[in-house]
């Protein structure tokens, strides 16, 4: 079974990821220099290439295991008996609750398949099965005892947010340095 998230994505992902990059290059040569308008364009991209893999993201459940690909590569196999539980994440968003499956894994990290996840919005009629289906496979695949539920764990920061806050004050410090040259 192979569940990819280009699937589940909402269709105006990728006119809004074209905005994204071409946005800072047309604003770029009208207001800034070649070298402005290239560190605009490269920022941009930051944002552009990481969801464009997202997009690109898969997960496949087989005899060996589960494969998560984060959209480069060929992925990650997690054999069935490194994981000790899997379960379904509600996340709560404005107007809308999305859900994700999730593996917790033998040493207590966990990992989201990509694909396998919905909205309240654009709700996956499958999503259900897909879960019953993945699970389902667990249990078959592991022993009674090696199935452990993991306990509630406290919020200890996102790992997003440890990248996207310094990403985004570096956009804005290079966008205002850039736009500063260009006001003397």
Same mark, same amino acid.
């Given at each position: 079974?192979?569940?990819?998230?280009?699937?589940?994505?909402?269709?105006?992902?990728?006119?809004?990821?074209?905005?994204?990059?071409?946005?800072?290059?047309?604003?770029?040569?009208?207001?800034?220099?070649?070298?402005?308008?290239?560190?605009?364009?490269?920022?941009?991209?930051?944002?552009? @290439?990481?969801?464009?893999?997202?997009?690109?993201?898969?997960?496949?459940?087989?005899?060996?295991?589960?494969?998560?690909? $984060?959209?480069?590569?060929?992925?990650?196999?997690?054999?069935?008996?490194?994981? $000790?539980?899997?379960?379904?994440?509600?996340?709560?968003?404005?107007?809308?609750?999305?859900?994700?499956?999730?593996?917790?894994?033998?040493?207590?990290? $966990?990992?989201?398949?990509?694909?396998?996840?919905?909205?309240?919005?654009?709700?996956?009629?499958?999503?259900?099965?897909?879960?019953?289906?993945?699970?389902?496979?667990?249990?078959?695949?592991?022993?009674?005892?090696?199935?452990?539920?993991?306990?509630?764990?406290?919020?200890?920061?996102?790992?997003?947010?440890?990248?996207? @806050?310094?990403?985004?004050?570096? /956009?804005?410090?290079?966008? @205002?340095? /850039?736009?500063?040259?260009?006001?003397?």
């Amino acid at each position: 079974m192979i569940f990819r998230q280009k699937d589940v994505a909402q269709p105006a992902a990728l006119p809004m990821l074209a905005l994204v990059a071409v946005a800072p290059l047309a604003l770029g040569l009208l207001k800034l220099t070649a070298l402005g308008t290239v560190l605009l364009f490269a920022l941009s991209l930051t944002i552009v @290439v990481p969801a464009l893999a997202a997009l690109r993201s898969w997960s496949r459940v087989g005899a060996d295991g589960i494969t998560v690909c $984060r959209g480069f590569g060929p992925g990650r196999t997690y054999a069935w008996e490194e994981i $000790r539980w899997i379960g379904v994440r509600r996340y709560d968003a404005p107007g809308a609750t999305n859900h994700a499956v999730r593996i917790h894994l033998a040493d207590g990290r $966990r990992r989201s398949l990509p694909g396998l996840s919905t909205d309240g919005r654009r709700r996956t009629a499958s999503f259900a099965a897909n879960c019953h289906q993945v699970q389902a496979w667990w249990e078959q695949s592991t022993e009674p005892d090696r199935r452990i539920e993991p306990s509630a764990r406290t919020w200890s920061g996102s790992p997003a947010l440890a990248v996207g @806050v310094p990403l985004a004050l570096a /956009v804005v410090a290079a966008f @205002v340095a /850039v736009w500063g040259t260009q006001q003397r």
